[in-house]
């Protein structure tokens, strides 16, 4: 690891302040990057991550503070400012335009021209090489659209690179790329780095963050924690100076699972034979009052379409379902909402926030569907209602008229968690509600459904983590191949045994 | 891609994979192919049922007769590639042309009545094209401002048509250079020009691909460090020069201006412009199609009038023709995005 404190640094980022109406985005931070090293920055959701690569990339201007690139006080009002000076970003969503050819958007703005005139063959062939250099072979002339979101980001490293950066900045690159994609991404990172480009890296993902990184800066409310160097701070710290307290949040909620549940009543909602053509084999499922149903299963193994099919989102083709032991008709979101059943899709940004309006009209929004669009929601009593649950979700900013899009992800959650919880449902559906949130947003979350289910609220639980739903379930219906192959009573489980049963159980059935 | 993989090495295989390339490098040439199908078909047609359709002196006709759409619709494919689109074109179209009439039945040269009227061209495109960036106005609003604007100050420069006499202007459409049947006149000459120009500007400049990058993803190209807000500003300019250009061509080929011409025009270049394949999202289309789609749109004109039918049938086909391409570009543009 080239580590050397002595290397001089590329960026010297000194007591950046930048101030948003009514919160302070970064509150004196430094922030330096040096020659040949990987550098991640790390932080929960809302710490200031995104805000200081802004920063540096001329997208946000500084209240205070300086920016030295190479030894120079720098000003960025543009990213084409900051790319002149050799600074360059990929990010998350890849920004490219998937209109053109591979080579024209390697070479965007620097094609090789000759008398004028764009040189479309030595463009290509200068594309072309820029790709090779990191290791991608494809026909420079096909339409971006045609490749992966992993080449395409190789694409826009490439980008970087023909205009001889000599910072790189990675904004969550790894988040869709599976694991050979990642190994290539890294592959390319290291080269780049030991060339001696100076690479600022964020991500997510615990594991890659070690795989890859030199050092660590850590962030948390718009402060500097510290800067580690990698291979000298245990995750354990690292965590805890993420999220400034300790993870024995998330350990206390364990009694959760071994809450004894009184079945002798009708189920809130039984599934019986539910099932689906081609989408889903059918299925039996029910919840009872105060009761917390895990789904375990990987992705695609059926767990979004069978609640879909139980919520009405999707039209069952067999099966039936009942509501308190009477048979209930559900066909669309509306009887299952009459019926006091809410639903949280995976997809929240498709299927759930309305970006534009404020936290609070997000969270009335809710209550407004299900008493009909004719009946207004009081001022006073829909402020009390935003102003209960942003409290007890711990919405933050605390903020009811901002709007929702301009919030982490994980608040974004919250905030669709508030809306179905202000509707009083008898039973809540979460598909992935903590999926790509930060770890406090994700113990808020927990500790909410934990604490309401304790009360009687009965919830079906969907999650990759199968470590939280024996945390949080109990009893976990296990997933396979677009089937259920079994039920598990959770108190006592361990991880390894649900993914032994998802490996091994249920096979002598498969025709 | 699955046609990729399930095919091993069968001759049927290479030429899938042959299609497949092709389709991933020239996919959005696919639409001006269509039109040029289209085009094809109904000479085919005129041809087949009127035996002495095809001739050289039809494509003359073709030509000088859309010579004005032609230079309009080129302009209108810069706008429509970054994703706006021009109304105003029609009105300044008239406000030029009146305004040219008028200044040289005063007196003044075509020498300098020509530049100022394109000027006048210019400066609408570049009010709309400040409204459209600094101010966030809509462009279809913004547009509709320059084209209420345009008519009224040609209403303002006269009520009525002016005879133009300038031998000057009146030559452009008088001098005709024959070669055999086929003839052209220099407004049609102008007309190619603005072709030619606007493909090499489109093609070979970094402005003509940040004019693309614009469309496809405007985000993109403003953190890819492209210059986006002098681009997109001077892509309503370069429409309104057009519109400049297109007055002058106009009255010449009518010998007088009328603060009247033109209204619909508009319409008719960006229908012309959709059925050259251009996509109404921006991003993806060609001048060389807007041509064609011009082509299209006049030859519609000339089979009316051929078979004898009602004018209206003009308007029928052509919104037909158009309720088909859009639709086909919505496919295409669906299923590369699902790609994605």
């Known amino acids: 690891m080239p580590v050397d404190k002595d290397v001089a640094p590329v960026i010297e980022m000194r007591g950046i302040t930048i101030q948003f ?45 300086s920016i030295t690139v190479g030894g120079e006080p720098r000003t960025f009002h543009t990213t084409a400012d900051a790319q002149a000076a050799g600074i360059s970003t990929v990010y998350q969503e890849v920004n490219l335009c998937t209109n053109l050819s591979v080579g ?13 005139a764009i040189d479309w063959r030595a463009t290509h062939r200068e594309a072309a090489r820029h790709l090779e250099a990191l290791g991608v072979n494809l026909d420079t002339r096909t339409g971006l659209f045609s490749h992966s979101i992993a080449i395409q980001q190789l694409i826009a490293i490439s980008r970087a690179m023909v205009t001889d950066s000599t910072v790189l900045i990675l904004d969550e690159p790894t988040s869709s790329l599976d694991r050979s994609e990642v190994e290539q991404l890294f592959g390319v990172i290291r080269e780049l780095r030991d060339r001696g480009v100076a690479i600022l890296f964020v991500s997510h993902f615990l594991d890659q963050v070690y795989e890859i990184s030199d050092r660590i800066t850590v962030l948390r409310n718009g402060k500097l924690v510290g800067e580690y160097e990698a291979a000298k701070l245990p995750r354990n710290e690292l965590i805890s100076s993420m999220i400034g307290r300790q993870l024995e949040d998330l350990a206390e909620l364990s009694s959760s699972a071994a809450r004894e549940i009184d079945r ?77 059943i809410a639903f949280s899709s995976e997809d929240r940004r498709a299927e759930g926030i309305v970006g534009d309006l404020s936290v609070a009209e997000n969270i009335v929004l809710g209550i407004q569907a299900r008493r009909g669009w004719l009946r207004r929601v009081k001022r006073s009593e829909s402020d009390s209602i935003v102003a209960e649950y942003i409290d007890a979700l711990g919405v933050r900013p605390a903020d009811p008229d901002r709007p929702v899009r301009n919030l982490s992800g994980g608040n974004q959650q919250k905030v669709l968690l508030a809306r179905w919880l202000a509707t009083a449902p008898e039973l809540i ?56 192959i079994g039920e598990l009573e959770s108190n006592g489980l361990h991880v390894d045994d649900v993914i032994d049963y998802i490996a091994n159980e249920g096979q002598e059935n498969v025709a | 891609m699955t ?209 693309y990058a614009i469309g496809g993803n405007e985000q993109s190209a403003r953190l890819m460090g492209l210059p986006v807000v002098r681009t997109k500003i001077l892509a309503y300019v370069i429409s309104g020069v057009c519109a400049g250009l297109a007055g002058l061509v106009l009255t010449a080929y009518q010998g007088s201006g009328y603060p009247l011409n033109g209204s619909g025009a508009e319409l008719d270049t960006i229908a012309a412009v959709v059925i050259g394949g251009t996509l109404l999202t921006g991003g993806s289309g060609y001048v060389i199609g807007s041509m064609i789609g011009v082509f299209v749109y006049g030859t519609i004109a000339i089979l009316i009038n051929f078979l004898g039918a009602e004018q209206s049938w003009k308007r029928i086909i052509v919104g037909g023709l158009l309720l088909v391409f859009v639709v086909v570009q919505r496919v295409i543009v669906t299923r590369s995005s699902r790609r994605t």
């Not at chain 1, 024209?104 to 004028?116: D, F, Q, S, Y």
């Not at chain 1, 019986?272 to 992705?299: H, M, N, Q, T």
């Not at chain 1, 219906?477 to 677009?482: F, I, K």
């Not at chain 2, 007309?191 to 402005?207: E, M, P």
């Open chain 1, 21 to 65: 109406p009514g919160v302070k985005a970064l509150d004196a931070v430094d922030f330096t990057l040096r020659r040949g090293e990987v550098h991640s920055l790390m932080g929960e959701n809302g710490a200031g991550k995104s805000t200081l690569i802004k920063a540096l990339t001329g997208v946000y201007a500084i209240d205070s503070g």
């Open chain 1, 104 to 116: 024209e958007n390697v070479m965007l703005g620097h094609e090789v021209r000759r008398a004028g």
């Open chain 1, 264 to 340: 002798s009543s009708a189920p809130v909602l039984k599934a019986s034979g539910l099932g689906k053509k081609g989408v889903l084999e059918p299925a039996d499922l029910e919840v009872y009052e105060g009761e917390v149903v895990g789904i375990a299963g990987l992705l695609g193994s059926g767990r979004t379409e069978l609640v879909r099919l139980m919520y009405g989102a999707d039209r069952s083709d067999s099966g039936r379902l009942e509501v308190h032991g009477k048979p209930a008709r559900i066909t669309t979101p509306r009887h299952a909402i009459d019926r006091r």
């Open chain 1, 429 to 484: 559906i979460l598909d992935e509600p903590t999926r790509g949130i930060d770890v406090g947003a994700k113990a808020d979350i927990q500790r909410k459904v934990a604490e309401l289910s304790a009360k009687g609220l009965s919830v079906i639980f969907i999650s990759s983590e199968i470590e939280e739903v024996i945390r949080l379930a109990q009893r976990i219906t296990v997933m396979r191949d677009r089937r259920k």
């Open chain 2, 3 to 211: 046609d990729l993989k399930t095919a091993a090495t069968s001759p049927l295989s290479t030429v899938l994979g042959a299609l497949n390339t092709f389709r991933s490098r020239h996919a959005s040439w696919i639409p001006v192919f269509a039109a040029v199908l289209i085009l094809v078909v109904m000479f085919g047609f005129a041809q087949w049922w009127f035996g002495n359709f095809l001739s050289l002196r039809l494509i003359s006709a073709l030509l000088l007769d859309n010579a004005y759409l032609l230079i309009l619709a080129v302009g209108m494919t810069f706008v429509i590639l970054t994703g706006g689109i021009d109304l105003s074109v029609g009105s300044v179209m008239a406000f030029t042309g009146i305004l040219c009439a008028s200044l040289v039945s005063q007196g003044v040269p075509a020498g300098v009545a020509v530049p100022l009227m394109i000027a006048a061209g210019a400066a609408i495109g570049l009010l709309i094209g400040v409204l459209v960036h600094y101010f966030d106005v809509q462009p279809f609003i913004a547009s509709l401002v320059g084209m209420f604007l345009a008519r009224g100050l040609a209403f303002l420069v006269s009520l009525r048509s002016i005879k133009v006499e300038d031998e000057w202007i009146l030559a452009l459409q008088s001098t005709r250079f024959k070669f055999g049947d086929f003839y052209i006149t220099p407004t049609g000459i102008i007309a190619l020009v603005v072709v030619v120009v606007g493909v090499l500007l489109l093609q070979f400049t970094r402005f003509g691909r940040t004019i």
